[in-house]
């Protein structure tokens, strides 16, 4: 069958589904997507092309519909400002959108798996509705997937379809694992689905074995290879869940590869690697070996907001979990708002100073609720305390007039904001649409300097509920390695709604502000950020763990994580960093 061309249709056309049958079988288009291993990295640019303008989604794994919302960024992240020390860098954020459906095509309404044709019927089943469906299936739609059954069925509906090859595990895993399967003495390799049966006595030879579900069976698997003339010391390396955070590799022989995965309880997936190029893991592996490598991490922000803070977290191989401490809600009094905005337009102001992309979002709004664009601000001067705010004002087609050469926070805007000249400024006051809870920092500043301020609330932050009963043990118990807080609120608001952190928790903070308001609740302090912005944040914890990494394997101690180890108390001085 030859696929039909089809043209980009927006992401709202599943309200378009309607007509004949005939008409919507014209309009269906399914594409079969390869996501990659796991890491979100991997996937292609036309994959994820595809996924941001897909009506449906047929998913094949329970991780699939959280890879698919971190690589599209959904929900879209609504940022806070919090307090004056990270006003510019708790924002960035971008406004929600809707996403695509999400449909299991890995089980049933009954909870039972389902087979290639269930699942093909799923797939032509959304179709027919006349929608952009993404079938995605893990690695790679025609590498030991059932993306060629399922296409088949699609075909024979009548319905076209594209493929979009994906990175498969088969080379990925071990790359991330620091085991090349080919080298310049090692040019021979074979792949051996462990699922049937096997004749291990033709894999006798020094090829390259890669093996495919072989967890169960390897000690039975590598006494055959041994029996057919493999030497008992050949080299094995076994890696599940590769290319994730949570990768572990195993290093043995097959003489004892059955016991070492025994005592390391390793589990699918996984991929078995026997040969030589074992070896090379001892110098090549670059994936495991870093600074934050599988620490659990708690990132006590904003659901959506916490998205950036995540996946630089996850660049130094951390794992990010994600607990709602705030959320962000209109102002309970909308008046004050649409007083300032009608004074902005009728030139009652000098300037306006947006201290987060929430202020910026919050004015945004209420000037698409009176039916006003950016032209409404000609004549008006416009601060903004950071790139990622200024970033904000751009996107609406304005530009920051005054941004902190120096730190961006309140008081580096306040450093570089102009006294007040009744000469050179006909108008002596300023709008500052900000938290409920923002400091007094700006204005105070603001009046010194000779201008009058309307300092208004633009919206309101609200104590997030409590996390699950789980999450909060890991919290007090010391099963999080480190937590990351951004602001004063969030130490607050998580002391608050789950207790402390345990003593062998690493505590980050963005700030000295920060870091005053966590020892005040009694939390030692061991990495502080040079400057208030998120990125920064990161690269000081990496640092930290990078450190701390070395410093075992010098003192000739295995590598652990911070909850490997729980101290009887936390130290009573501060070795911030």
Known sequence: ??????????????????????????????????????????????????LRRADVIVTEVAEHEALVRTVLGLPAPVEVSLDAEDDEAADGATSQQDGPEFVDGGFGEDGQPLTHAARAKVVVKHAKRGLRVVRLLSGDPFVYASGPEEAQAVAKAGIGFEVVPGVS??????????????????????????????DWAAYADDRTLVL???????????????????????????????????????????EHIAVDARAARMAPPAITIIGDVVDLRETLSWFETKALFGWRVLVPRTKDQAA???????GFGAVP??????????????????????????????????????????????????????????????????????????????????????????????????????????????????????????????????????????????????????????????????????????????????????????????????????????????VMASAPDVDVLVDALADFGDARRRALLEAGEPVTKPSDRKPAARRKTSSAR
Not at 169 to 195: D, F, Q, W
Not at 308 to 314: E, K, P, Q, T
Not at 498 to 507: D, E, L, R
């Open 1 to 50: 069958m030859t696929t039909r061309t089809k043209t980009a249709r927006p992401s709202s056309s599943r309200t378009a589904a309607s007509g004949s049958a005939a008409e919507r079988l014209a309009r269906a288009w399914v594409s079969f997507v390869g996501s990659g291993p796991g890491d979100p990295d991997l996937m292609t640019v036309r994959a994820v092309d595809l």
């Open 169 to 198: 595990s088969l080379g990925a895993v071990p790359a991330y694992a620091g085991i090349p399967l080919t080298t310049k003495n090692h040019r021979e390799m074979a792949v051996v689905s462990c699922g049937e049966k096997v």
């Open 212 to 254: 495919l579900s072989a967890v169960g069976q390897i000690g039975e698997i590598a006494q055959q290879l041994v029996a057919a003339g493999r030497s008992p010391q050949t080299p094995v390396a076994m890696t599940r869940v590769g290319t994730t955070t949570a990768q572990q590799t195993v290093t043995s022989t097959l």
């Open 308 to 314: 950036s803070l995540s996946v630089g977290l996850r």
């Open 321 to 526: 979990e994600e607990v709602p401490t705030i959320s962000v809600e209109p102002p309970r009094n909308p008046q004050q708002m649409d007083k300032a905005v009608r004074g902005l337009v009728e030139g009652r102001y000098e300037w306006i100073a947006f201290t987060s992309v929430n202020a910026v979002k919050a004015v945004r709004e209420k000037f698409e609720e009176y039916g006003l664009d950016a032209r409404a601000f000609s004549g008006l001067k416009i601060a903004a305390v950071g790139e990622k705010t200024a970033a904000a004002i751009a996107d609406w087609g304005l530009r920051a007039d005054l941004m902190p050469s120096g730190e961006q926070s309140a008081a580096g805007l306040l450093a570089d904001w102009p006294e007040y000249d009744e000469v050179l400024d006909p108008i002596n006051r300023v709008f500052l649409p900000r938290a409920d809870i923002a400091t007094e920092t700006l204005v105070a500043g603001l009046i010194e300097l000779g201008w009058e301020c309307d300092d208004v609330t633009a919206y309101r932050t609200v104590r997030a509920a409590p996390p699950p009963a789980p999450v909060r043990d890991a919290i007090k118990s010391g099963k999080f390695d480190a937590v990351v807080f951004t602001s004063s609120s969030t130490v607050r608001n998580l002391v608050g709604i789950a207790g402390k952190p345990h003593p062998s928790t690493v505590i980050a903070v963005i700030g000295p502000a920060t870091a005053k308001t966590a020892e005040e609740h009694g939390l030692r302090v061991d």
